[in-house]
């Protein structure tokens, strides 16, 4: 096993806003294989994370552009400056509902890419319930308040770390999460199914044009749990999932994709909705309303439809 800083790097980078990121986000979602699927690795082998004992806390990340070290004691000159960070809309605390409430969602969209993607992943202690280290990102040598973990947490924080809670449970509930074997995207003719297809959001597989797209911030990544091996033709009992990830800033109509006869897709996690009630259901070529800068997972079920709410 091994850290992998590219999941980190550009997980935040996405997150964030930046162009040019789609391909390498779909690399580092399915475990990194360009750098972990050689010499018999498996997917597990990639130690994910996005933050770690060094850099930014995550609540930092979504809270400062640039490092805060002056408690150092080295004029600031210690730490890095990469941090891949962005603050939401200002620097540090700040008492502005709609930019505290973006920077939890933020979290909650790194967060879900963590526990969604293949491979180990790896919390920082804090991150849970939005610790911060005032924007300090080599505290190291603190013994204080920055460096300390202060468990009387805020409302807004117990949410977060009840969020967290579910996200693990979710990674517990679905094996194709934690595969053991890495996704390819090869169309199994036994099967007639492919283990992973990239859509757009009309519904229909990604082309080299949204690829190659530096602006496209927005995908479906349909984990079909009837595809195995080639050479298999069993197929296989897991649940299928889809997850959409927009980051863009604005909303994002996504056609949900075809669906076995008499199936459906149940929505169980919106990081857009952190209380969500789970279990609403959508039809194949049902639109979904994609919140800009969030994070959707379906499972495909064959629950019967429920009304949703308004």
């Known amino acids: 096993m091994e850290w992998n800083d590219t999941f980190r790097d550009t997980a935040r980078a996405f997150w964030k806003g930046d162009e040019d990121k789609i391909g390498d986000f779909a690399k580092i979602f399915l475990g990194s294989g360009d ?3 050689r010499r018999g690795r498996k997917p597990y082998s990639s130690v994910n994370f996005v933050t770690a004992h060094d850099g930014f806390t995550l609540a930092d990340t979504v809270s ?3 490092k ?3 408690a150092n004691g080295e004029d600031n000159n210690d730490g890095h400056s990469h941090n ?8 540090g605390e700040t008492d502005d509902p709609e930019i505290i409430e973006l920077r939890y969602r933020q979290m909650r969209n790194l967060l879900a890419t963590l526990f969604l993607s293949q491979g180990t992943p790896m919390l920082l202690a804090g991150d849970e319930f939005a610790r911060t280290q005032g924007g300090n990102n080599n505290a190291y040598c603190q013994d204080s308040e920055i460096g300390w973990v202060n468990w009387e947490i805020s409302e807004k924080s117990a949410e977060l770390q009840e969020y967290v809670r579910n996200l693990i449970d979710l990674r517990r509930r679905y094996p194709l999460l934690r595969r053991s074997r890495f996704f390819t995207g ?3 003719e036994e099967l007639g199914v492919k283990d992973v297809t990239w859509l757009q959001p009309g519904g229909t597989e990604m082309g080299d044009e949204q690829w190659q797209d530096g602006s496209n911030k927005c995908m479906g990544i349909l984990l079909d749990g009837r595809a195995q091996p080639t050479g298999i033709r069993r197929k296989g009992a897991d649940t299928s999932l889809l997850i959409l990830v927009n980051a863009h800033y604005d909303v994002v109509d996504f056609t949900l994709p075809e669906v076995p006869m008499g199936e459906h897709w149940s929505l169980q996690l919106d990081t857009n909705q952190p209380d969500l009630d789970a279990g609403d259901v959508f039809n194949f070529g049902d639109t979904y309303q994609v919140t800009g800068r969030s994070v959707l997972l379906f499972e495909l ?3 019967k439809r429920r009304k949703r709410q308004a």
């Open 35 to 37: 750098k972990f699927n």
């Open 301 to 303: 079920t064959q629950t």
């Open 84 to 91: 891949l960070s962005w603050n939401c809309g200002a620097e």
């Open 68 to 70: 805060h070290n002056e």
């Open 64 to 66: 400062y552009n640039d």
């Open 186 to 188: 090869a169309y199994n």
